[in-house]
């Protein structure tokens, strides 16, 4: 796990783009907090959907690649149910199938207080292929 | 449509910080694009989901703001069809139903080929308030 | 509670032709059953992604009325994991959020073994009406 | 796809418990159709969701399985717009994308007035094997 944490961390420019941190992972599940910046609002002065599912999208790539093999995200569905402000956001990704091709995880992403901001869910497609290459270098 | 524009242009920070630009907006529909920089890969380099869906949410959200009420989008679903490389991303909205509660929309995402990267479905709740409020300073 | 169960058992009609039992309903929970039969088969011979569909809304449908006012399904994802063949499917609702106009639902299918068979997502927009009609005959 | 047709039609067996008819097979679309009957409704008396689900479904399965190869449904999402009441409710799939592992489908649900009653987006999961064996008997 310290070896996917690593290599997430280092290799996932968008997440660190978006000032996401990762704190936590176990084999089929990770965690990630986002503390809310200027950067992240919208035209309505909450933070933009795109940066909680970046945040939901990111627990969920973690999760799904923690056994080795490379799993790609190939349908996301988000029920967004309450408007963030301020604060820190934190997602936790949870593994709810997984097969040889297939992997499902779920998502719940809160704020400070505990409340539901926003309600992932996702499917990979795993591939034969790891997601840490042995022959590239890796930094 | 111009004053959306430029509202959306000015005020969508995360969509700024994605690099986003956007290109049309017509009554219930945008148009805009990402032209693809390191910054926006994940960790199998390739186009962060997060990216690719912070584009169209990005087109939803100007798309289904387009009439003044302010629309919160409240459901998305994205399936994510072919991996993106290089070159520059495409989101278009288009409006598939609006009542004066709830409207739906869909959004393509494609390539420089024209091949389609992302297809994205969501759905917003419309408040009375309008998104561009005339009491507060817009600047 | 009782008043609910009564109405959903007697009313729905799609839900009943399908076979489904209604097990239990509690304030924002539901739990139901389908014992598969030979008309619930598509053309692969596993029960159909329609009959598992109507079994996890109905669910939704009991959970989201649960409190008297009318809910409306206004948006659903599921992800199938795995095939059903024969036995008795399970389907139990649970409330993540509500709102005075939208709540939010989580869906788990289960078969006889316990095993994962699809899980759902899904938003209801809340009406004033009551799904329960005082002035209606109700048999 | 006058085979994939003829072997719908006759093996798809909760369509056919839910009145549902085929109308049309292409490579990669379908067209059916469903008269409401006072079986399809739900306690709200609107057509279930399930029923239009199934509808939807059914479309999407003679679509992705309109080549040859046996097409698994791995995820759909909907979003319900218009509640339905009388008449005949209409449901059309369209091939969005496809390579040998996955494809992506979009289906339209309309009533009479060709008004809007659901959006439907669903992947698949495509297996080797063909959906009409030749060793089993065909009816």
Do not use: W
């Amino acid at each position: 796990m310290h070896e996917i944490k690593a290599f997430f961390a280092e290799h996932d420019h968008f997440a660190r783009h978006a000032g996401i941190e990762l704190l936590e992972v176990e084999p089929g599940m990770a965690r990630a907090r986002m503390q809310i910046k200027p950067y992240h609002f919208n035209g309505a002065n909450t933070v933009h959907g795109g940066a909680i599912f970046t945040l939901a999208d990111f627990v969920f790539a973690v999760a799904s690649n923690s056994y080795g093999p490379m799993a790609m995200g190939i349908n996301t569905s988000v029920s967004f149910v309450k408007a963030a402000i301020s604060g820190t956001l934190y997602a936790e990704a949870e593994e709810q199938s997984r097969n040889t091709k297939l992997a499902t995880y779920t998502v719940n992403v809160t704020d400070d207080s505990g409340d539901l901001i926003a309600l992932f869910q996702g499917m990979v497609y795993l591939k034969k292929a790891p997601i840490i290459s042995k022959d590239a270098p890796q930094g």
